[in-house]
């Protein structure tokens, strides 16, 4: 079964507002990363937090990790219409040497 | 540095036919990870390899085969081909030389897109 399961499943919003989406996981980890998608490309790296990080940032964007709850939330402000993709996270384990990945946030930006 | 590049972009080949994938990592990566993409199953992992070496490995039939080079470039191969082999197969390269180096940052290759009929 997926380690991380994304939340919500498809968002669609207008540009210029802000993108949340939440990934939830089960087992203690030792990081999560988010990864973009474009249309069936590859996937983009965009960032990587620790389990003993608690905030990221990265241009528009901001990760969160809340081990106590086991999730994480990526927040795209000011959205563009180049950030309609679809959004991943994967999450790294003690028990496991591969990335499990969650089944995405496909997110659509109305001009 | 250029990225990491996948051969061919686009592949048609029919049922019992066999298929080799190509690809190359970002220079000075070792670690090449495969994945296959597919709407119903998402992302699922198939091998690594590291320094010419299958270091683990996912649930695939052992129709799914790679290996990598010594120069990193990695093939992987599928023999006897399925239609449910349809997807979009992903590697990825890492600069972690460490037996986690998949938990680190991936770099992605824009895929091979295999269409079996």
């Known amino acids: 079964s997926q380690q991380g399961e994304e939340d919500p499943q498809a968002l669609s919003i207008q540009e210029g507002e802000n993108a949340t989406m939440n990934c939830s996981y089960k087992t203690s980890i030792n990081n999560l990363q988010w990864y973009r998608q474009n249309s069936g490309r590859g996937l983009v790296h965009l960032i990587l937090i620790r389990s003993n990080e608690r905030e990221k940032h990265s241009g528009r964007l901001r990760v969160t990790l809340d081990t106590s709850k086991k999730s994480s939330s990526l927040l795209i402000t000011a959205s563009r219409a180049a950030d309609t993709a679809s959004y991943f996270c994967?999450?790294?384990?003690?028990?496991?040497?591969?990335?499990?990945w969650g089944a995405g946030t496909k997110l659509i930006i109305k001009p | 540095k250029a990225g990491v590049t996948q051969t061919p972009r686009y592949l048609i080949k029919t049922r019992g036919q066999q298929v080799t994938l190509s690809c190359s990592p970002i220079s000075g990566h070792r670690s090449v990870s495969w994945y296959q993409q597919t709407p119903g199953q998402g992302l699922q992992f198939l091998f690594e390899y590291f320094s010419e070496t299958q270091r683990n490995k996912g649930n695939f039939p052992g129709r799914f085969s790679g290996r990598q080079f010594s120069n990193s470039r990695s093939e992987m191969n599928v023999s006897t081909l399925e239609l449910g082999d349809s997807a979009l197969y992903l590697c990825?390269?890492?600069?972690?030389?460490?037996?986690?180096?998949?938990?680190?940052?991936?770099?992605f290759g824009p895929g091979t897109r295999l269409l079996v009929l």
């Open positions: 994967a999450t790294g384990m003690d028990s496991n040497y591969q990335l499990i």
């Open positions: 990825a390269s890492s600069s972690t030389g460490t037996s986690y180096a998949m938990q680190e940052t991936q770099y």
